[in-house]
């Protein structure tokens, strides 16, 4: 069996503004469970890149260990990539970001890659606001494992096994808001209309951006008693669809019913939100935290734009980091000379 898609495409296929074709921006073929949210999630995440018009080669995508973290395999495959150990995608992702600002960073966990072993890391890459879009696909289980609960399992699901939950899960969501993240957003795999633009919000944003993806494990968290299996997500959902346009597009809205916010973005984009509570501001910390604890209460999930820092300084500003990447300073820029040190080091003593 091959895991490699055949090159051929159709010649007529539709390109981007820069030329180039989706299959560009697509993988090798998912070796996931068929019906898996996973692959929905990796197909969003194609599309937003070939209609933002980034070049692939211009995209660096990092995961950790888990069902979620197999899934860059399975787009950008002309990208940069890299696979590290179960919980520390944010040391590299940082690492990497730190010595190539220029490159776009996409982060793929999931909920035990973030909310277990990888909590520390998460908390850290949120607070130092790094310019990346940082993407939890969470199933509320670890899938790879044969379907244990994850940390992010409500109280009072069953597991397949037939186990109840009995622990407060961690709202990665609500974490990310306190602690400073400067956009946060949920969604559903199953929703690729509110998903897509989502994306598009966050790659466009300079700073941390964080998107908390539903997505139910239909092998081990499918079934009947499970809080976050296809049917019983689509009823609980309380959606805020929107639609994300680019700076270089004419500004319009989409949404006739209902009230309409438009939130522009550092860069001249458009947000435009459908609001589902017309009192809901996605300028204001405190009242998306207080909207999700509403909606948990009543036992729904707030998905859309939940909060965005339109004036964000991402972790270069922070350091006041050099422009270039650090593979093109020359000799000279890394080597200033004994003055130049010695003035460093008398202003440090």
Same mark, same amino acid.
């Given at each position: ?32 469970? *068929? ?8 197909? *969003? ?47 590299? *992702? ?38 990346? $879009? ?9 899938? $790879? ?63 941390? *951006? ?95 734009? $939940? ?40 202003? $440090?003593?």
């Amino acid at each position: 069996m091959t895991y490699i898609k055949p090159n051929f495409r159709h010649p007529n296929l539709p390109v981007n503004d820069l030329g180039y074709r989706k299959s560009d921006y697509e993988g090798s073929i998912s070796t996931l469970c *068929a019906g898996c949210g996973h692959d929905s999630i990796s197909t *969003a995440i194609i599309d937003a890149c070939f209609e933002s018009c980034i070049e692939p080669h211009r995209i660096a995508k990092l995961s950790g260990i888990g069902c979620s973290s197999k899934t860059p395999t399975y787009f950008l495959g002309k990208s940069h990539g890299f696979n590290s150990v179960h919980g520390r995608m944010p040391s590299v *992702a940082t690492g990497a970001n730190l010595a190539n600002r220029e490159l776009t960073y996409i982060g793929v966990s999931g909920d035990g890659d973030s909310a277990s072993i990888g909590m520390g890391q998460f908390v850290h890459v949120v607070r130092r606001n790094l310019n990346m $879009l940082y993407i939890v696909e969470n199933n509320g289980c670890y899938g $790879l494992t044969k379907g244990q609960d994850s940390a992010t399992a409500d109280v009072g699901s069953v597991s397949k096994s037939g186990n109840t939950n009995a622990f407060e899960p961690i709202d990665l969501v609500s974490t990310a808001l306190q602690m400073g993240a400067t956009f946060v957003g949920r969604s559903f795999s199953g929703d690729k209309d509110q998903l897509e633009p989502l994306i598009k919000a966050a790659l466009a944003h300079k700073g941390f *951006a964080l998107i908390d993806v539903i997505s139910p494990c239909v092998t081990f968290n499918n079934h009947e008693g499970s809080t976050k299996n296809y049917r019983r997500t689509r009823e609980d959902v309380e959606a805020m669809p929107l639609d994300f346009v680019p700076m270089r597009e004419e500004i319009k809205a989409t949404y006739s019913e209902g009230t309409t916010k438009e939130v522009c973005m550092h860069d001249g984009s458009v947000i435009h939100l459908h609001k589902a509570n017309v009192d809901f501001d996605v300028h204001d910390r405190v009242g998306a935290l207080s909207a999700i604890q509403r909606c948990k209460e009543q036992g729904r999930i707030l998905t859309g734009l $939940l909060y965005m820092d339109p004036d964000s300084e991402d972790f270069h500003v922070a350091l006041d980091t050099v422009n270039k990447p650090l593979s093109r300073l020359s000799e000279k820029e890394l080597c200033p000379g004994s003055k130049v040190l010695d003035s460093i080091n008398d202003g $440090l003593r």
